[in-house]
């Protein structure tokens, strides 16, 4: 498998940006950082978020499920992580998940193992999809863009690897609609992105409103912090 590096972000590694050519590839004044820092932090995590997934699956799976449950055909789950949205898609389709982190995906290689359908995991940059353009009948991705150096460029691709007619299915986290919650996150922005290169103050919708992508349907849920997204590729 060839490791994918991107230069824009690598080469902000750790930084804020604010201006410039790599400011279209986050919210204005949002923070940036480096694959590199993305693989370190899920080195230390990956762990904790594999026993934590049962967690996980109470909190988001109801969410998980509603989206994902509509997929079709053969899927590639983009920053697959442990693997979690696997168990939410139907029988009949085929899973390929990517991550960049190798500790994420050995994770979801041991809980993945065994199971019935077709399964392909590997290692690959979101920034950069070894996949051939019109791929995939259905591209899903969670808890993501906030933690991808450059959402923008990855939503790009998502949309190059799935088929025209294909859709995109999102499931994010952002600033939460209730106002004290919200308050706190935008108050806790910069230590959280700190330790977990997460800006869990972004707004999905804002970033896929930039995106090449067309978003057709959103709902949100969990006060305000998910958002379910269905897109189509331009
Ligand atoms: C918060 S976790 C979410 C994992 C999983 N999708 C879920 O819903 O639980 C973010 C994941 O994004 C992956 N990631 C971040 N940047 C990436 C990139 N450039 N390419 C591929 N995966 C990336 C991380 O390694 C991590 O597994």
Redesign the pocket.
Known sequence: MTEHTTSGPDSTAGSAVETGDTAAAVLAGNPTHS?ED?RKT?REQAAT?ARLDPL?GLLTGRYRRRLFGTASGRVL??????G??ERYLPEDCAYVG????PD?LAKARERLAGRRRAITLQK????DLDCPDDSFDTVI????TC???DPLT?LAEMGRVCRPDGRVLLLEHGRSSVGPIAQFQDWRADAHFRKHH?RWNQEPLEVIERSPLAAVDHSTAALGVLTAIEARPE
């Open positions: 694959n993305v899920y978020m996980n789950d983009v920053a697959c992580g442990v979690t949205n990517v991550d960049i982190s994420m690959m940059d979101a920034h991705s969670s808890l993501s933690t991808f150096p990855a997460c």
